[in-house]
């Protein structure tokens, strides 16, 4: 099976981290592609720079599933255009969060997301809360930037460790879910370092694929991920109108 992994920013560096995750879980048969976002923000923290970096993922998805893709994950933490990815697409298509939250609930009752900024708490807190894990997952900010993690002079590293270790003592947590793609490269290390399970929503979104590929499902056809209808689209967005998307 080929599984589309798209990084939704436009910074290459962080599409490798991601890919490397992918690559590390994948079965022997899974071809991994992973691609980096043509258009949008080099980062996506808050609302604003997500809604700018979905026209974007939804062309590499068009393009992805055209090619013959049996599976789509939109690499970032905020579940970036899910619902409309999904609309678009028949192949199944992940939210790495979705698959983080899944993935840990089958492994403890009481977990702790760390996330970047604090800007980005609210919106996941709104996605646990639609996951139906309020009850059990708290939402946690180190304060720092998300390109600051591919930065070794900077200290986004130890502000996360010291964020987990907050989230254990004061949270009770008995799991971690690391609440940025760009976290991916750090998931041995930061289990070793807390003995706790570590979960990144990479690792755990590629999994899932492979599940409902090897399950022969699709995305339902029904009610809220129907095929969009097609309409004329105006302007900038004229590219974007679902007969334009079918013919990439």
Request: proline share 4%; glycine share 6%; charged share 20%.
């Amino acid at each position: 099976m080929r599984i589309l992994v798209i990084n939704p920013n436009t910074t290459r560096s962080m599409t490798a981290t991601i890919a490397d995750a992918a690559h590390r879980v994948a079965n022997p048969g899974t071809e991994i592609v992973a691609v980096t976002s043509s258009m949008g923000p080099v980062s996506i923290e808050g609302y604003y720079d997500e809604a700018f970096a979905v026209p974007g993922l939804l062309v590499e998805i068009a393009r992805a599933e055209k090619a013959g893709a049996s599976a789509a994950i939109i690499a970032c933490f905020d579940d970036t255009g899910l619902d409309a990815a999904r609309a678009l697409a028949h192949m199944p298509v992940i939210g790495i969060c979705e698959a983080a939250l899944a993935a840990t609930s089958f492994i403890a009752q009481r977990f702790s997301i760390v996330t970047t900024m604090e800007r980005s708490r609210l919106p996941l807190e709104h996605l646990v809360h639609r996951y139906g894990m309020s009850g059990r997952a708290k939402v946690r900010a180190a304060d720092i930037p998300v390109l600051s993690l591919e930065d070794p002079q900077s200290n986004a590293r130890d502000r996360l460790r010291n964020e987990i270790a907050v989230a254990l003592r004061e949270d009770k947590a008995e799991a971690i879910v690391l609440g940025c793609a760009g976290m991916a490269d750090l998931t041995a290390e930061l289990r070793r370092e807390f003995g706790v399970p570590v979960i990144d929503g990479v690792a755990a979104a590629v999994k899932q694929a492979e599940a409902l590929v090897a399950l022969g499902l699709s995305t339902a056809k029904r009610g809220a991920y129907a095929s969009p209808i097609n309409k004329t689209y105006t302007g900038a967005l004229e590219a974007f109108a679902p007969a334009a998307m079918v013919r990439l």
